[in-house]
C-alpha cells in the first residue's frame, strides 16, 4: 500500500474520531443550559442546581479507569462505540425524567452520559497522542480538541432555541398563579428538554453505528490485553509526582471552566438586572465562540513559542480577569468572564499532552487518571455554589481564580524542566 492509499485508508476513521469531541461538546455545555432550566423548574439553590455538573462529572471519575481497562482489553474502537451507546442511552433517559418531573432521575441521566463519555476521552485523547510524533503532540491534540468547542456552541444553541422558553415568572408571580396554571407552567418547562434529547441520543445511536462499520487501521483495533498492565502502572503513576502535578492542574481546569461556564447566566442575573434568560445566553455562546478562536490562534502560536510558556501567560491573564469579575459585578465583570474563554482555550489539551507525553505503555492508564480529574468540575462547581448561597454569585469567582492561579504554577514549572533539558 503507497503512502496515498494509507492517507485515504485512516480519513474516515480520523473524522470520525475527531467528531467525538464534538459530540462531548454539546453535552457538556448543554448542562450549563440545564442549570438555568432546572433552577426554574425545581426552584434550586445555587448549591443544588451546581449538582448537575456533580453528577455529570461523577459519571467520568467513576467509569474512567473501567473505561482504561476496557480499552486495553478490547480496543480504542470498542471503546469508542461502548461510550456512544452509554451517551446515547443517557439521552433517551431525558424522556421519563421529564414526564415525571424528578431532578434525582435527571441527575442519573446525566451520570449515564458522562459515564458514556469518559469511554470516549479515555480513547480519544491518547489515540490522538498516539497518532504522530512525540514532539508534536501538543499541537496535535489542540488541533483535534479545536473542534470540540463547535459541539459546545451547538449545545448552547440547541438550551437556547429549544429548552429555554423565556418565561421567567418572579416567586410573586408564582404565588399568583391558580395550581392548574402553576403545574401547567412547570410541566412546560420540563417537557422542554425531552424533543433535545430524544434527537440528540438518536443522532448519537446512529453515530455508534458508523463506527462499528468502518474499518479502522490496526492501533484503534487491537487489543492491548497481552500487555502487562496494571494496577503497577497506577501504583508507579500516583507515585510520580511530576504526573500527579499534571492530574491536580487538570482538576483545577476542569473545575475552573465548569464553574465560569455553568454560572455565567447566573452571574449576568445579578451583573446586569432586568436582563432575560436567552440574552444572557448570547454571553454564554459568545464566550464559546471565543474559545474556538482561542484553541485555533494557540495552536499556531505554538510553532512559536513553547506550549508550557504560553500556557503560563494564559493562566496569569485569566487570575487578572477572574479578579476583575469579582471587584466589578457589572457589564464589565460580565465581559471580564466571557474573556477568560479565549484564555481557557489551550489548557485542557496542553495540560493532558504535557502529562501523557513519554509515559509510553503507561500512556492508557494515565489518560484513564487525567480523565479521572475531571471530578473537578463536580467537586468546584458545588463549591461556587456553596460560597454563591453564602455571600454572592460575584464572590465566588474566586474558585475560578485560585483555580487559574494552580495551573499558573504547573506550566511554570513544565516550561522550567523543559529549558532545563
Known amino acids: 500500500m503507497n ?7 485512516v480519513l474516515l476513521p480520523l473524522i470520525l474520531i475527531i467528531s467525538l469531541f464534538f459530540l462531548w461538546g454539546m453535552a457538556n455545555n448543554l448542562n450549563d443550559i440545564l442549570i438555568a432550566q432546572f433552577k426554574k423548574i425545581f426552584s434550586l439553590s445555587d448549591l443544588k442546581s451546581g449538582l448537575v455538573q456533580s453528577a455529570f462529572y461523577t459519571g467520568y471519575f467513576v467509569f474512567s479507569i473501567p473505561a482504561s ?12 462505540v461502548t461510550g456512544l451507546l452509554l451517551y446515547a442511552f443517557g439521552a433517551f433517559l431525558f424522556y421519563p425524567a421529564a414526564a415525571q418531573r424528578e431532578y434525582n432521575l435527571f441527575l442519573g ?14 480513547s480519544a485523547n491518547p489515540l490522538i497522542v498516539a497518532m504522530g510524533d512525540p514532539a508534536t503532540a501538543e499541537r496535535r491534540l489542540n488541533f483535534a480538541q479545536s473542534f470540540n468547542p463547535f459541539g459546545c456552541i451547538a449545545g448552547i444553541i440547541i438550551g437556547r432555541e429549544f429548552i429555554l422558553s423565556g418565561h421567567e415568572p418572579s416567586a410573586a408571580d408564582l404565588a399568583a398563579m391558580a395550581p392548574a396554571a402553576l403545574e401547567q407552567f412547570y410541566q412546560a418547562e420540563s417537557h422542554a428538554v425531552q424533543g433535545p434529547y430524544l434527537a440528540i441520543g438518536a443522532l448519537v445511536f446512529l453515530w455508534a453505528f458508523v463506527v462499528l462499520l468502518v474499518r479502522f487501521p490496526k492501533v484503534a483495533t487491537q487489543s492491548s490485553a497481552g500487555e502487562s498492565v496494571s494496577w503497577n502502572d497506577y501504583k508507579n ?14 482538576f483545577f481546569y476542569v473545575g ?5 461556564w455553568s454560572y455565567m447566566i447566573r452571574y449576568g442575573q445579578q451583573a446586569l438586572p432586568g436582563t432575560g434568560e436567552k440574552i444572557l445566553a448570547n454571553y454564554l455562546l459568545a464566550s464559546l465562540v471565543i474559545f474556538m478562536i482561542g484553541r485555533f490562534f494557540a495552536t499556531a502560536l505554538m510553532a512559536r513559542i513553547k506550549p508550557s510558556l504560553l500556557m503560563f501567560i494564559y ?8 479578579a476583575l469579575a469579582v471587584v466589578s459585578p457589572n457589564l464589565v465583570g460580565m465581559l471580564a468572564l466571557v474573556a477568560t474563554s479565549f484564555f481557557m482555550s489551550l489548557m485542557f489539551p496542553t495540560i493532558f499532552a504535557l502529562t501523557i507525553k513519554n509515559l509510553g505503555e ?4 494515565g489518560s484513564s487518571l487525567l480523565v479521572m480529574s475531571i471530578i473537578g468540575g463536580a467537586i468546584l462547581a458545588a463549591v461556587m455554589g456553596f460560597v454563591s448561597d453564602i455571600s454572592s454569585i460575584h464572590t465566588a469567582v474566586v474558585i475560578p481564580l485560585a483555580s487559574f492561579a ?11 524542566r523543559e529549558i532545563k533539558g
Request: hydrophobic letters at 55%; one cysteine or more; aromatic letters at 12%.
Open 109 to 122: 441521566a446525566l451520570f449515564v452520559i458522562a459515564s458514556g463519555l469518559a469511554f470516549l476521552e479515555t
Open 256 to 260: 475552573a471552566q465548569v464553574c465560569l
Open 69 to 80: 481497562l476496557f480499552m486495553r482489553r478490547y480496543s480504542y474502537k470498542a471503546a469508542v
Open 237 to 250: 503513576l500516583l507515585a510520580s509526582g511530576q504526573f500527579m502535578f499534571g492530574v491536580t492542574a487538570q
Open 3 to 9: 503512502n496515498n492509499e494509507k492517507a485515504t485508508s
Open 362 to 365: 503507561q500512556a492508557k492508564a
Open 315 to 322: 493562566a496569569i491573564a485569566n487570575v487578572v480577569l477572574c
Open 406 to 416: 494552580v495551573i499558573a504554577v504547573f506550566a511554570r514549572s513544565c516550561y522550567q
